[in-house]
């Protein structure tokens, strides 16, 4: 969508890396107070605020007639996005059995990339024929729907037994000392860095794929819109795949350090420059992204889960350092491109998500510990 905005409103790659920055930071921000909000009340009722909070704002984007407004808009977007993230992870694990937070997080990776997926072929397409504020409206709308939908959810197999664990916990005076000993936990800062890793490669090639096919590689918007969606559509089936291994082999540092190595090589294949790298590229980015995705939020719900109250914190945590951590990845990325090309800029991407890569190799994050 970003090539018809930037056609009207004059903008440049720079710009797209200050406006996905601020999306960034916004999501970030707001994770732990979503969570803490989370734990106190119901979390459907915080996911489909959330969710229409995100649809209003998108709505009023359409009308957006500067960067300025377009980037004030997109943050609020993201601070209500945040509220149906640890959340989200949050409620669907109470339909699943104990020990099948796997497959829980899995499916809630899948089922988020499904959305992405229509998104990235309609918003590629559909503005040639009705404008791109149309494209957002409709968008809009959509997300108003599923948020009114999201109210007729039945109740959770799980629900009453969870609740009950989290308001016995909730009476315990040690709040604060639980709290920090999640937060500081060291699996948890390193996936932290995992996460991170992971979102710079995200980040890069979901918000600067499409633009480069279209302006460097002079690609039709549908072909580029085609090849961007690999990156939801491969990320669909590697949430499943590696959830249902999570739950199977319990070795997370191995499956962990596959998908950091996997997107930070796709993003290292872009490089090459030409259709079928850049096809290459968003199958792996999408394929190590998601499932890396996957096995984190495991990790960090597993590692919280001695103290139920904090589960959901621990999951927001990664997710809110992971967000702030990669807020320089679209920023350094479009200086590299405007400066020293886009080859440049997909080698330099791939090497900081190598680095960061690094401390997962000196971690156990094994359930049985």
Same mark, same amino acid.
């Given at each position: 969508m970003f090539p018809f905005i930037a056609s009207d409103l004059k903008l440049n790659v720079s710009a797209l890396g200050s406006i996905t920055a601020v999306f960034v930071i916004g999501e970030g921000l707001f994770q732990i107070p979503a969570a803490l909000m989370a734990g106190r009340f119901n979390q459907k009722k915080v996911i489909v605020l959330g969710t229409l909070g995100a649809s209003f704002s998108t709505l009023v984007i359409a009308v957006a007639g500067s960067v300025v407004e377009f980037e004030l808009l997109r943050f609020a977007c993201a601070v209500a996005t945040a509220f149906a993230y640890a959340p989200g992870y949050k409620l669907i694990t109470k339909y699943f059995d104990p020990g099948k937070e796997g497959i829980a997080s899995?499916? +809630? %990776?899948?089922? &988020? /990339?499904?959305?992405?997926? &229509?998104? /990235? *072929?309609?918003?590629s397409v559909l503005p040639v024929y009705i404008g791109w504020r149309a494209t957002i409206a409709l968008n809009g709308v959509v997300g108003l729907v599923a948020a009114l939908s999201l109210i007729t959810l039945p109740r959770a197999p799980y629900e009453s037994r969870i609740n009950k664990q989290e308001t016995v916990l909730k009476s315990s005076p040690d709040f604060i000392s639980g709290i920090r000993k999640i937060l500081f936990d060291r699996r948890i800062l390193v996936v932290c860095a995992v996460l991170t890793s992971l979102e710079v490669g995200s980040v890069i090639a979901s918000n600067f794929m499409i633009y480069y096919l279209e302006k460097q590689l002079v690609i039709a918007p549908a072909i580029a819109g085609s090849i961007a969606s690999l990156v939801p559509v491969l990320g669909l089936f590697a949430s499943l795949i590696f959830g249902r291994l999570y739950d199977r082999l319990g070795n997370a540092k191995l499956l962990i350090v596959t998908a950091g190595v996997i997107t930070a090589g796709g993003l290292a294949v872009a490089a090459i420059g030409n259709l079928f790298s850049a %096809? /290459?590229?968003?199958?792996l980015v999408g394929f190590g992204n998601n499932a890396g995705y996957v096995i984190s939020i495991a990790v960090a719900g597993m590692v919280a889960s001695k103290e139920r109250r904090f589960e959901v914190v621990g999951i927001a945590w990664i997710l809110s350092v992971s967000l702030l951590g990669s807020f320089f990845a679209p920023i350094l990325f479009s200086f590299l491109a405007t400066?020293? %090309?886009? $080859?440049?800029?997909?080698? %330099?991407?791939?090497?900081?998500? +190598? &680095?960061? *890569?690094? $401390? &997962? *190799? +000196?971690?156990r994050f094994e359930k049985s510990e």
């Open positions: 899995g499916l +809630f %990776g899948a089922t &988020a /990339l499904t959305g992405n997926i &229509a998104a /990235l *072929l309609v918003d %096809g /290459l590229s968003s199958a400066d020293y %090309g886009y $080859p440049t800029a997909w080698a %330099g991407s791939a090497l900081v998500m +190598f &680095a960061m *890569l690094i $401390p &997962a *190799l +000196f971690v």
